[in-house]
């Protein structure tokens, strides 16, 4: 039965070719850190076309109070404003913002700040321990200077065309130059209804609040582009939230994050000038308005991208094609980085894709665990359409919308090969940073792409830890050097202990649709395979037919079988990777000294701290207990994620506290994990007295973000 199910299927799809989409699978990617190039990583590109001297008057070089922020809202002074100020969901053409107000929460409570974002602002520690700070960052007060808006901006959702969408939870409160002459646009996301709120309520609850604020310090501290979090405060006001949308609801705390970068313009932001979809029967608000997008273009360009204007000042063709090669670009980069950490973003739709190359919109993202290719991290995401092989491809396919979006100004047949760029751009920015991670600092060859492949295939058929693997093989020092043979040794029982167990692998493989629905998209995949197709059913299908396979090939394997299966595994990489070195000491004097160098190359772009699910979990599970240090201890240990270790000061989880918190389910049913959980002297551990780095514990697979 199980084959002829998965017969049935794989005959629709091939017989169907034509009428899908083909992905391209690539496989994880990654490059070097974009914070060798601060101009990458903000997006400012060296921009400081403001006059210094409008914006400085409290003096050079001093540090701003919260009620001397220097604004300076060029986005409300140069793009069209909505005319109605009437705050309710509706169509809003001709315009890119509406002009609306934060809706007060409350008794607001700071739960975290982030020192480091903040300072970009030019504030000092002592504005951010202020009983007004929370005031100001919750909505209730307005910064003086500030002018508040939400922006309007369409999307393809999940391949297909949203319409309007815009910023129904998000308030734009302006912009903040700095001392150094960086334009900061600051935003209250969580605020309160905006004319985009559709349905919604425009608010956002702590747990969600925490993973955003959380996510956004900790992809920073990688090194990769994103947008940053300022604060999460959060109140005493409530939302009745679903979680699961399966009927048990609660009331939640309604919590804000201040989000922070150059821009927040995104490709969605390009589509309102889209006619209607011949899919979906939508349309952006604004079409036609070929006098807005131009404007945007052209703001977009001068303010962000200020060599760009410079050398095609005369010639607007020329100047909006540069600007397509760098919006598609940086972000092939972007998705190289990502899949070099493991990051997975959940919802790459247009409208969370940003013209600078920022990670943006932080939802139901996720960190590989366990390496797979195939993981989705959004349980909404029937059609895996997102998972973390797709992300490559999803992003050139957002690219291509965005110079449909543009087309206007652009034709298609000159934006076209610029989109087709991607590919080489995203390829070689990850084989550049996989060399790093695997400390080829010497030579690059061209089988290096076959070297790194192996590795992830031996991770897929091992389980083993994404993170924790690519940070143990450190361990390895150059053929060359007199301790090789024991610290090959110490390497293979190392990455030994980063596999999955038998039982974890059983749990993993274990059917996650009811049989009654299962036989539900069977008889639809018989009768009416399209509408299947277009409600991502076939995906989700294979993928329960492919873990009822793993489940029959596992079901009765040993632990001494699978452990010495992956031992073969290991020792057969090992030994490529043990030759590919034997490569890098060739024409090499003092090797003792080039390992040392590789080996801090290589903990400088494997990190050994991420937020992984169950890392985030603890914490908002503290922080809905009214107990926020949780939070600020996880933040301070994502600030420093390429430490060997971190200092947490004040924060340090005490001996007698980690006992009284941790219990059996914290620590992980798998004696597998619990061994490796126990923290070693030292090492920084969490509220449950688990290790940072630990794989997570087996409650952590039934994690489910929505």
Same mark, same amino acid.
């Given at each position: 039965?199980?084959?002829f199910?998965?017969f ?21 990617v ?9 101009t990458?990583?903000?997006?400012q ?7 210094k ?7 050079r ?7 001397t ?16 100020? =009437?705050?309710?969901?509706r #169509?809003?053409? %001709? $315009?890119?913002?509406?002009?609306? !107000?934060? @809706? /007060? ?17 030019d504030l000092?520690?002592s ?6 700070f929370a ?14 808006a ?31 002459? =960086?334009?900061?646009?600051? #935003?209250?996301? %969580? $605020?309160?209804?905006?004319p985009? !709120?559709? @349905? /919604?309520?425009?608010r ?9 604020f959380?996510c956004?310090?900790?992809i920073?501290?990688?090194g990769?582009?994103?947008t ?8 005493d006001s409530?939302v ?21 970068a150059?821009s ?13 979809? =011949? ?15 131009i @404007?945007?273009?052209?703001?977009a ?16 063709e ?15 980069q ?9 990051f ?8 969370n ?8 919109d ?40 965005f ?16 989109v ?5 751009k ?7 940073k ?25 991770m ?13 093989l ?5 053929p ?15 990455l030994?202990?980063?596999c ?41 299908i294979?993928r ?5 396979e793993k489940l ?10 699978k ?50 699910n169950y ?15 949780e939070?600020?201890?996880?933040l301070?240990?994502?600030?420093q ?14 001996a ?17 994990v619990i061994a490796k ?15 940072y ?14």
């Amino acid at each position: 039965m199980l084959r002829f199910g998965k017969f049935l299927l794989e005959r629709e799809l091939f017989c169907g070719a034509s009428r899908s989409t083909t992905v391209v699978a690539f496989f994880p990617v990654q490059a070097s850190h974009f914070c060798s190039d601060p101009t990458i990583a903000t997006g400012q590109k060296g921009s400081n076309l403001c006059d210094k001297r409008k914006f400085f008057q409290r003096g050079r070089g001093e540090m701003a109070t919260l009620e001397t922020l220097s604004f300076d809202n060029l986005a409300l002074r140069t793009l069209p404003i909505d005319t109605s100020e =009437e705050n309710v969901p509706r #169509q809003v053409p %001709g $315009a890119c913002f509406s002009k609306v !107000s934060p @809706t /007060a929460v409350t008794n607001p409570q700071t739960v975290a700040f982030s020192a480091t974002a903040l300072q970009l602002l030019d504030l000092p520690a002592s504005e951010l321990k202020r009983k007004e700070f929370a005031e100001y960052f919750s909505g209730n007060q307005l910064l003086p200077g500030s002018e508040t808006a939400a922006h309007c901006y369409c999307g393809h959702q999940f391949g297909h065309f949203s319409g309007q969408l815009g910023d129904g939870a998000a308030i734009y409160l302006g912009e903040v130059v700095n001392k150094a002459g =960086e334009r900061w646009e600051i #935003q209250l996301k %969580g $605020a309160g209804l905006t004319p985009y !709120s559709r @349905t /919604a309520d425009g608010r956002k609850v702590l747990r969600s609040s925490i993973r955003e604020f959380l996510c956004s310090e900790a992809i920073h501290h990688l090194g990769i582009p994103t947008t940053r979090a300022g604060s999460c405060v959060t109140s005493d006001s409530r939302v009745v939230r679903d979680i699961y949308y399966n009927g048990n609801a609660s009331h939640e705390r309604c919590t804000i994050v201040l989000r922070m970068a150059p821009s927040f313009l995104r490709f969605g932001s390009f589509e309102i000038f889209k006619p209607t979809d =011949e899919i979906t029967g939508r349309k952006g608000p604004s079409v036609g308005r070929s006098d807005i997008l131009i @404007t945007m273009l052209d703001y977009a360009i001068k303010t962000f991208f200020p060599e760009i204007q410079e050398a095609h000042a005369d010639n607007s063709e020329e100047r909006y094609l540069a600007f397509l090669r760098e919006v598609v670009h940086r972000t092939a980069q972007l998705v190289a980085e990502w899949q070099c950490v493991g990051f997975c973003h959940g919802v790459l739709n247009t409208d969370n894709m940003s013209i600078l190359g920022l990670t943006i919109d932080y939802g139901p993202f996720g960190f590989l665990d366990r390496y797979d290719a195939d993981n989705i991290c959004n349980g909404s995401d029937d059609g895996g359409r997102y998972s973390y092989r797709n992300q490559p491809e999803m992003c050139k396919w957002n690219c291509e919308k965005f110079a449909e979006a543009i087309a206007m100004a652009l034709p298609t047949e000159l934006s076209t090969p610029v989109v087709k760029e991607f590919d080489q751009k995203f390829s070689d920015h990850y084989l550049g940073k996989m060399r790093k991670k695997l400390g080829l600092v010497q030579k690059e060859l061209p089988e290096d792409k076959e070297l790194f492949e192996a590795l992830l295939q031996t991770m897929t058929e091992t389980g083993a830890d994404f993170t924790n693997s690519l940070r143990g093989l450190s361990k390895l020092s150059l053929p060359g050097c007199q301790d090789f043979d024991s610290s090959l040794k110490k390497t293979k029982s190392y990455l030994l202990s980063q596999c999955c167990s038998v039982q974890e692998l059983i749990k993993a493989c274990q059917p996650r649709m009811d049989p009654r629905q299962l036989q539900m998209l069977m008889l639809l995949l018989s009768t009416n395979p399209s509408l299947l197709m277009q409600l991502g059913g076939q995906g989700k299908i294979m993928r329960e037919f492919e873990r009822m396979e793993k489940l029959e090939e596992v079901k009765d394997l040993t632990q001494a079988e699978k452990t010495g299966a992956d031992d073969q595994k290991w020792t057969d990489w090992l030994q490529k990777y043990t030759a590919r070195l034997r490569l890098e000491e060739q024409g090499v004097g003092d090797v003792q000294q080039l390992n040392n160098e590789r080996v801090a190359v290589m903990n400088s772009n494997n990190p050994k701290f991420i937020l992984r699910n169950y890392i985030a979990q603890n914490a908002i599970k503290a922080a809905e207990e009214g107990d926020f240090t949780e939070v600020q201890r996880v933040l301070r240990l994502l600030e420093q994620p390429y430490s060997e270790d971190v200092d947490l000061g004040e924060l340090e989880v005490t001996a007698g506290d980690a006992a009284a918190a941790t219990t059996d389910d914290d620590a992980g049913a798998s004696a597998s994990v619990i061994a490796k959980s126990a923290a070693a002297p030292g090492t920084a551990t969490s509220c449950t007295g688990t290790a940072y780095d630990s794989r997570p514990p087996d409650w952590a697979v039934d994690l489910c973000v929505t």
